[in-house]
């Protein structure tokens, strides 16, 4: 595989400058990780995400943050006060040899400091500009403040997520955790930035691109939206499952080991689809009536449905662990699944045969951990996570004399004055 | 509306099929690509099953509210690509194609005769996204996934819910609307590099892989510190930590308190407020807004450690004020003062109250020939030179079969009336829409 190593990513060649706090940080890894040279150019000290935990064994540090160093591999980092004019002069020079410039800061500021789209594009016409901020840079709440759960519940996730009444009386909506918002947000952005830049390979043009996270947020709740335009509906939230207009029967089932599975049974019942549950269940050695002739007949199924699912699937999944019934019923076409914790994926075997998993050295511990890998295998041009995080300015002297040709005299005077 | 658009020129054969597929292309539609999706009714899946028809009209291929949603934006040829007469009429599409995208069970194509071997004899410098459920590679590809299967395997589920339930899960397929976005990506990702180098390639998404990186840190905390989320107090329902368990991060940013849900008036089923605090000042603006009760005085509450040991305390203090006003006003109270409060919104919500989301622009009406005008979701970006938008409702079945096979591959009439008489176009004994009839005119 040794050729695989020499091979480009699909973006390599282009430098994105990110200026971007925890709002922007996932897309900067999306076009690291791909190939791009992405430098992260954080105010002295560190950007804020640094400050965010879980850290390496628990002490907090801006070289230590587990959140930090997953979402900013694959690239270089430098410290730069974009509040002074020192600052704003070197901005304005890493600018001209960028093809991207990503930011998340509140709606205006760049162009207070004069470094909006149409002050750095000036003498660059290629340039691509993206701001990605949490409600765009137009409208009643451009100046609103967020979050991630923020988000959640502004964007409509919460409304279809959380509880039967049933199963936790009361219970809130619920955000789902992980920092989604800001994934959602990257998604869209980073689709933007690629449309700008096949673009640009036809016009040699670049472009300004105004992404909200809201918005992205707010398109991420699959049907909820055709539900009510076009049937007037509002969503229930259901426990481990779809919202829907009504209460439908439970896809969620508690296994021999005390996790969960995923069995989406309800609407497939049919007599065909009976016997293949027979199927599995002999296969298991697990004691059914479905061989009874009368599950041939759909109205005896429908009258049945509380029996099969809440009485034999629910009774089977409670006799075997998860990931036993997982792989039992995959094999035999029924998509279903275990609910792992995210540190049961380690152990799954398909992920190891994709290559996923990915050992990522960070020399100043001297050590190497491991990080997920690709979503996808881009077989003709390689992801690769190029490096881990960066120090706080661990790359301002390979960039700032090395590219820039500032002396190592001007750099000191950048530190003391508190530029870098 | 004849602005350039950014992928003005691409042209995307769309094998494409239920929800994940269909919305990775039509992202590339409202980015201007010619979108033909590859249709066949007798094997159809996203126009039917539909349980969003509106009330009162016929359910059948043409009248499903969440399939035009999710399918603005292409064209639609009727094809039986398992006849050869219709595996050649796909290859000669292909050959005057950018990208070929499909999210069909791992071997599907190349069952057809359509693998990558095949497309590149076929087009050279393809690009060629699959999307399916488990990838091509690795030992459980031909696993199938719908979107909370992937959600389920990927870790996704478990990290939504309260401390000691059942995971809550995502109430909706999460990852057919991201397994999307990553079809969209791949493909712009593919062309990018095709452009620059003049080379395709094949890029294996899968549905279930792309749900692990969503989970980062949550994964580092076990690669690492040997920290597993299966742990006391987690998920910590919308809060940053769950009270009374050990103070440890929790990935969803900083661990700080207030940062829940609230009550608000009228109690209605989605009349919540979402609240957090990042900082003490933060705390202090929050209690001014709530007419500085003396409760909020109480040292204990001053600092973000006292407000994170006396959580529940302090959430009911909060909901007792919240409860009293609408989640709106509750909002722009908050945000006034810089307070980081926001409403649990419906999609009625959304269409109907939010005044962002309509000062955007982001749910504009399309006309449908047979659904009539609705709101269609809109594009979250604005590209100053190359804007997206939807410019078309989504296709009728096989509405612009004669488009395709005449204008672009050059067939003439008599050999569409053939395809229509021989099954290639339209199963032989499926009535045919009376658009069709008109076409074979």
């Given at each position: 595989m040794s050729d695989a190593q020499h091979?480009?990513?699909?973006?390599?060649g282009l430098r994105v400058l990110e200026l971007a706090d925890d709002k922007g940080q996932f897309c900067g890894k999306l076009f690291g990780d791909l190939g791009a040279d992405v430098v992260k150019i954080e105010p002295p000290g560190g950007?804020?995400?640094?400050?965010?935990?879980?850290f390496l064994d628990d002490i907090p540090h801006p070289d230590r943050s587990l959140a930090f160093w997953y979402y900013n591999t694959s690239k270089r980092g430098i410290t730069l006060d974009i509040g002074t004019a020192a600052g704003r002069g070197l901005f304005k020079r890493l600018a001209d040899e960028a093809d991207i410039v990503l930011e998340t800061r509140a709606p205006g500021t760049l162009a207070s400091l004069g470094l909006d789209y149409e002050s750095l594009s000036g003498?660059?016409?290629?340039l691509i500009v993206c701001s990605l901020t949490?409600?765009?840079?137009?409208?009643?709440?451009?100046d609103y403040l967020s979050s991630d759960l923020g988000h959640m519940a502004a964007g409509g996730e919460m409304a279809s997520c959380g509880y039967n009444e049933a199963d936790v009386p009361g219970a809130p909506p619920i955000a789902p955790g992980g920092g989604n918002a800001w994934h959602m947000g990257g998604h869209f952005a980073y689709m933007a930035i690629m449309a700008a830049l096949v673009s640009r390979t036809v016009t040699g043009r670049g472009q300004y691109i105004d992404c909200s996270i809201h918005e992205a947020c707010a398109l991420t709740t699959e049907s909820a939206i055709a539900n009510y335009v076009y049937r007037g509906e509002t969503l229930i939230r259901q426990t481990g499952r779809h919202h829907a207009p009504a209460e439908g029967p439970r896809t969620q089932f508690l296994a021999k080991d005390g996790r969960y599975v995923c069995a989406l049974v309800a609407g497939r019942l049919n007599p065909k689809y009976v016997l293949e549950l027979a199927d599995l269940l002999d296969a298991s050695g697990y004691s059914h009536?479905?061989?009874?002739?009368?599950?041939?007949d759909a109205k005896v199924i429908a009258d049945a449905t509380a029996h099969i699912i809440d009485g034999i699937v629910a009774g089977f999944i409670a006799s075997r662990p998860a990931e036993e019934i997982y792989h039992a019923a995959q094999e035999r076409g029924f998509t279903w699944a275990s609910v792992r914790?995210?540190?049961?994926?380690?152990?799954?075997e398909h992920l190891r045969d994709r290559g996923f998993w990915k050992e990522v050295h960070h020399p100043e511990l001297g050590r190497s951990f491991v990080y997920p890998g690709e979503a996808?295998?881009?077989?003709g041009s390689p992801w690769r996570i190029s490096r881990r995080a960066p120090l706080v300015g661990e790359h301002n002297v390979e960039i700032?004399?090395?590219?820039?040709?500032?002396?190592r005299g001007e750099l000191s005077v950048l530190s003391e004055s508190g530029v870098i | 509306m004849s602005r350039p658009r950014a992928l003005d020129g691409i042209r995307v054969v769309d094998f494409s099929w239920v929800r994940a597929g269909p919305w990775a292309t039509r992202w590339l539609g409202a980015l201007g690509a010619e979108i033909i999706k590859i249709e066949w009714p007798e094997t159809?899946?996203?126009?039917?099953?539909?349980?969003?028809?509106?009330?009162?009209?016929e359910v059948n291929l043409n009248t499903s509210g969440n399939f035009n949603d999710t399918n603005v934006n292409k064209k639609s040829l009727t094809l039986n690509v398992r006849s050869a007469k219709g595996l050649a009429i796909v290859k000669r599409l292909i050959s005057v194609s950018d990208i070929v995208i499909e999210n069909f069970s791992s071997r599907v194509l190349q069952k057809w005769g359509l693998g990558y071997d095949e497309l590149v004899k076929i087009k050279p410098d393809i690009v060629y996204v699959s999307m399916s459920?488990?990838?091509?590679?690795?030992?459980?590809?031909?696993y199938t996934t719908f979107g909370p299967v992937a959600q389920a395997a990927s870790g996704l589920t478990f990290l939504s819910g309260l401390p000691d339930k059942p995971p809550a899960g995502w109430g909706w397929s999460y990852m057919d609307d991201t397994g999307g976005m990553y079809g969209a990506m791949c493909a712009l990702t593919g062309l990018y590099h095709r452009n620059m180098t003049g080379k395709g390639q094949h890029i294996d998404q899968s549905q279930m892989v792309s749900g692990?990186?969503?989970?980062g840190p949550a994964l580092l905390d076990f690669t690492?510190?040997?920290?597993?989320?299966?742990?006391?107090?987690?998920?910590p329902g919308n809060r940053a930590h769950w009270p009374?368990?050990?103070?440890?991060?929790?990935?969803?940013?900083?661990?700080?308190?207030?940062h829940n849900a609230y009550r608000t008036a009228?109690?209605?089923?989605?009349d919540w407020c979402v609240i957090v605090c990042g900082t003490d000042a933060d705390w202090r603006k929050l209690v001014e807004v709530m007419g500085?009760?003396?409760?909020?005085?109480?040292?204990?509450?001053?600092?973000v450690a006292g407000r994170l040991a006396h959580q529940d305390e302090m959430d009911q203090r909060i909901e007792a004020w919240s409860a009293t006003l609408g989640k709106y006003e509750l909002t722009e109270r908050c945000q006034a003062v810089g307070v980081r409060a926001l409403p649990v919104q419906s999609a009625e919500d959304r269409v109907e109250h939010d005044p962002q989301l309509a000062h955007r622009g982001m749910y504009l009406e399309l006309d449908h020939p047979a659904l009539g005008r609705h709101k269609v979701q809109n594009a979250?970006?604005?590209?100053?030179e190359t804007p997206a938008y939807?410019?078309?409702?989504?296709?009728?079945?096989?509405?612009?079969t004669r488009e395709i096979v005449?204008?672009?591959?050059?067939?003439?009439r008599e050999e569409l009336r053939a395809g229509f008489e021989d099954g290639t176009?339209?199963?032989?004994k499926r009535p045919r829409f009376a658009y069709m009839e008109d076409m074979l005119r």
């Open positions: 091979v480009p990513g699909p973006l390599a950007e804020a995400t640094r400050r965010v935990g879980p003498g660059k016409p290629g949490p409600f765009g840079q137009t409208g009643p709440w451009r009536d479905l061989r009874e002739a009368k599950y041939q914790a995210p540190e049961d994926l380690l152990a799954d996808a295998i881009y077989n700032l004399c090395g590219e820039l040709g500032l002396s | 159809e899946r996203g126009r039917l099953p539909s349980s969003t028809t509106p009330h009162g009209m459920g488990y990838g091509h590679t690795g030992r459980n590809h031909t692990v990186p969503l989970n690492v510190n040997g920290r597993g989320s299966k742990r006391a107090g987690f998920p009374d368990t050990p103070i440890v991060n929790n990935y969803r940013g900083a661990t700080v308190a207030p009228p109690g209605g089923y989605n500085s009760p003396a409760w909020a005085a109480e040292e204990k509450f001053g600092t979250p970006f604005k590209l100053s939807n410019h078309a409702a989504s296709p009728l079945i096989g509405e612009h005449e204008g672009l591959l050059g067939f003439s176009f339209w199963p032989t």
